[in-house]
């Protein structure tokens, strides 16, 4: 259970019917909230609609709570995770997949003096380009980089341990077919 301290943060999930009589957070109330919020302001339909869509955990906590606070942007930060077992991902039954992504803001630092800098965002889409780019296309991008990683483990073995090529041989492949086996159960043995 998370537990927060900021009297405005507490009174703004008080209003919001988030709070337990303890002070502690239903994180469940704040899921449904957050995919309510999501499913009716940040629905990109298209890879053109992802920057005016998208939004960051600090906005989407202060759209929702209508205060801007630490504690939320970390609590509807933690929530919002687009991987398979985030919890608003595995909250959400209607079609649409949660997107994590980066956007361009820009925020003025001093009068007249702009500063431009890349923030994560959140997004729901049941758009296949969309899905494809976001998801899949960043699910692989990991799976290949822990693969060269892997590759490169057992490289330096072989060469800091020659008798133990053959070995690492094997370890390579079975490390290929528990692979190829999560691939095609998806994960779910």
Known sequence: ?????????????????CLFPDNTVNRDAVIALIADELEA?????????????????GTLAADIFGVSSPELTKLVSSLTSPTDKGKVQTFLSDG????????????????????????AARFLSADADVIDQYVLDRS???????????????ALVKRRQPDMAAQVDAWGEQLHIRFQAELTTGGTE
């Open 41 to 57: 302001h940040h629905v990109v339909a298209g890879l053109d609609d992802v920057a005016t869509m998208a939004v960051t955990p």
């Open 140 to 154: 692989a991008k990991r799976a290949v980089s822990a693969a060269r990683s892997a590759a490169a483990v057992g």
């Open 96 to 119: 649409y997949y949660l997107c994590g992504g980066s956007i361009k803001l820009t925020v003025e630092i001093a009068p007249g003096q702009f500063r431009t800098f890349a923030a």
């Open 1 to 17: 259970m998370t537990t927060l301290t900021d009297p405005a943060t507490l009174d703004a999930l008080r209003d919001k019917a």
